[in-house]
């Protein structure tokens, strides 16, 4: 099946830094790639929607200034938490649709932590 | 949008039994059903889907069954195993490449040596 690769997989930062979280489709093209959060116990919560090659779809109450997406390529779509703040510690899951066009692939995760 | 209801949001079975977890959804127009086994610290992973045009699917010891009228669909494990332990999600879509997915609540599955 297709595979999603995510790094880092796990990230501690300080109040006030930013982290770049990276999602990759490693055998197969992707021109929208999906951001997720989740927090414990909790859904997929759906963040914005990637698009190679024009800006992202941010779903709503999601800041777009404070969650800064780049679809840079085909295989490659890029989430940066901006000015983080403990409150934006979660489980960060990117997926890709692959296959038929309809099936989504989720990467690993990124456990973020900030302190 | 799309509203995606799924129960137990507990299960616990015996290991050899069987579990079935249920899911309904809202929108008539949704096309396409995915099911995702999600273990502790990991992404979810796709265990199984459906498209409207079946009634049921299976795979091994894992099936899915849909009932478009009733707009519901089930996801069903026979002779369960402590490795089937993990939260099982619902999904449903529009079925296109741009499709998202909506999510159920998750189930947490926990099979009993």
């Known amino acids: 099946g297709a595979v999603v690769s995510q790094h880092p997989s796990r990230v501690i930062c300080k109040s006030g830094t930013s982290v770049k979280i990276e999602c990759r489709s490693l055998?197969?093209?992707?021109?929208?790639m999906f951001w997720y959060r989740q927090f414990p116990k909790q859904s997929l919560m759906l963040m914005a929607t990637?698009?190679?090659?024009?800006?992202?779809?941010?779903e709503q109450g999601v800041e777009k200034d404070k969650f800064l997406i780049n679809h840079a390529s085909l295989t490659l779509s890029t989430l940066t938490v901006t000015s983080a703040h403990p409150e934006d510690s979660s489980f960060y899951i990117c997926?890709?649709?692959?296959?038929?066009?309809?099936?989504?692939?989720f990467g690993p995760g990124t456990r973020l932590t900030v302190l | 949008g799309e509203n995606v209801e799924q129960h137990p949001s507990t299960l616990s079975v015996q290991e050899g039994d069987s579990a079935v977890i249920k899911c309904t959804y809202s929108?008539?127009?949704?096309?396409?059903f995915p099911w995702y086994k999600q273990e502790l610290g990991k992404g979810p992973q796709l265990i199984i889907d459906?498209?409207?045009?079946?009634g049921e699917k299976k795979d091994q010891r894992i099936a899915v069954t849909l009932n478009k009228t009733a707009k519901h669909f089930s996801l069903h494990i026979t002779e369960t195993q402590p490795e089937d332990s993990a939260v099982y999600f619902c999904?449903?879509?529009?079925?296109?490449?741009?499709?998202?997915?909506?999510f159920g609540r998750g189930t947490q599955l926990t099979v009993w040596p």
């Open positions: 997926s890709a649709p692959g296959g038929r066009g309809d099936t989504q692939y």
């Open positions: 055998d197969f093209q992707a021109t929208t």
């Open positions: 990637s698009n190679e090659g024009s800006k992202a779809t941010y």
């Open positions: 929108d008539s127009a949704s096309n396409y």
């Open positions: 459906i498209r409207s045009n079946v």
């Open positions: 999904a449903a879509s529009l079925g296109s490449t741009l499709g998202r997915l909506y």
